[in-house]
């Protein structure tokens, strides 16, 4: 699976998600709609894509994501709990089965992910994608979607 590249790891999951009948929406951050991308370039997808947003400001995490602004005043916008809340209400939101979520700094290279599987499981993960080098921007976000369609990959794979 590792060399697979985005565009097959979504055709795979696209196949696990028809066949399951799930349906995915996004609510992204760092990674700035590039998973959401990756579901759109697929025809049909919207038998899958419920919904994608960018929620880059703390005001959208609240306003599109669903975040509760108390939590976010609590722990601040990169943290296990936020994306944790956004990957279920942007299930919930968008009557999907599944909610992915992303947030994280450029600068520091640390990534949150938040992965909703209804009535299944809320998962979270954190990942440093600037641990042995300084990455570029662009760098990052395209190692945290890769990340983040793998982890669904398997995810979907297990259950």
């Known amino acids: 699976m590792g060399n697979m590249g985005n565009k097959e790891l979504v055709e795979h999951i696209f196949r696990i998600c028809k066949e399951k009948k799930y349906t ?16 759109t370039e697929i025809s049909g997808s919207s038998t899958v894509f419920t919904a994608g947003v960018v929620c880059y400001s703390e005001h959208s995490k609240v306003h599109s994501a ?3 602004i108390r939590l976010i005043n609590e722990v601040g916008v990169y ?5 944790a809340q956004m990957a279920e209400r942007i299930a919930k939101r ?26 299944i499981l809320l998962k979270t993960h954190i990942m440093n994608f600037n641990e042995k080098e300084i990455k ?6 395209h190692d945290a979607t890769t990340f983040a369609l793998l982890y669904i990959l398997d995810v979907l794979q297990k259950i």
Request: glycine content about 14%; proline content about 0%.
């Open 24 to 39: 995915i929406a996004t609510a992204e951050s760092i990674t700035g709609g590039r998973i959401a991308s990756a579901f």
């Open 136 to 141: 570029s921007r662009a760098s990052i976000q």
């Open 79 to 83: 943290d296990e709990k936020i994306v």
């Open 94 to 119: 968008n009557v999907a089965d599944i909610g992915v979520s992303t947030s994280g700094r450029v600068d520091t290279g640390k990534v949150f992910f938040g992965f909703y599987i209804k009535g």
């Open 66 to 68: 669903g975040v509760d």
